[in-house]
T-cell receptor, first 117, second 114 residues
Framework: AQSVTQLDSQVPVFEEAPVELRCNYS??????LFWYVQYPNQGLQLLLK??????LVKGINGFEAEFNKSQTSFHLRKPSVHISDTAEYFC???????????????FGKGTKLTVNP | DTGVSQDPRHKITKRGQNVTFRCDPI?????LYWYRQTLGQGPEFLTY????????KSRLLSDRFSAERPKGSFSTLEIQRTEQGDSAMYLC????????????FGQGTRLTVV
């Protein structure tokens, strides 16, 4: 079984400031890791994913995340945020075992990022 | 628009009534997923289909819930004898392959049980 903990439910920041949204996970099997973004009244959109290889992954809209296996973390960062980044961000994991593994995504509770002018 | 379409977008129902939601996936996507998102929580997996076969169901899917995907195209999710705890956003997603992260999500159906 997998679980995801997003340590901050709300993160307010000023425009052009850096931001880090924290995510920790636990799993008894190997996993893939993801960040999704949900803008108001819109569906979930994949921001970035870690499948294998380099632990630093880059996504859309200038976001990046770093996989840390020893700390079971996958924190999301952006060096300079814009008003338009205001949204809810979800960290998620899925079983990476392929055939025989579950296809579901397991999400954290979400972090509401508010960018203020 | 060729995205995942869900209907209705909003549904208000009285406790004890039955409701049915529809999801139209992206054409030729053989995987279809249902998730439920309650206030202050992330989406929780309910079930998924490969074509018309329902391959996995969550324990969240009580016997009052049933999902179908006849002919492997659109899917319906029915909730019988609704309870206030069923109030949530019901999300549908479809994927062209056996990887959930390849899925595209619809905008959801918001259910309010009064």
């Amino acid at each position: 079984a997998q679980s995801v903990t997003q340590l901050d439910s709300q993160v307010p920041v000023f425009e052009e400031a850096p931001v880090e949204l924290r995510c920790n996970y636990s799993s008894s099997v190997s996993v893939y890791l993801f960040w999704y973004v949900q803008y108001p009244n819109q569906g979930l959109q994949l921001l970035l994913k870690y499948l294998s290889g380099s632990t630093l992954v880059k996504g859309i809209n200038g976001f990046e995340a770093e996989f840390n296996k020893s700390q079971t973390s996958f924190h999301l960062r952006k060096p300079s945020v814009h008003i338009s980044d205001t949204a809810e961000y979800f960290c998620a994991v899925s079983d990476s075992r392929g055939q025989g593994g579950s296809e579901k995504l397991v999400f954290g509770k979400g972090t509401k990022l508010t960018v203020n002018p | 628009d060729t995205g995942v379409s869900q209907d209705p977008r909003h549904k208000i129902t009285k406790r004890g009534q039955n409701v049915t939601f529809r999801c139209d996936p992206i054409s030729e996507h053989n995987r279809l997923y249902w998730y439920r998102q309650t206030l202050g929580q992330g989406p929780e997996f309910l079930t998924y289909f490969q074509n018309e076969a329902q391959l996995e169901k969550s324990r969240l899917l009580s016997d009052r819930f049933s999902a179908e995907r006849p002919k492997g195209s659109f899917s319906t999710l029915e909730i019988q004898r609704t309870e206030q705890g069923d109030s949530a956003m019901y999300l549908c997603a479809s994927s062209p392959e056996a990887r959930a992260f390849r899925a595209f999500f619809g905008q959801g159906t918001r259910l309010t049980v009064v």
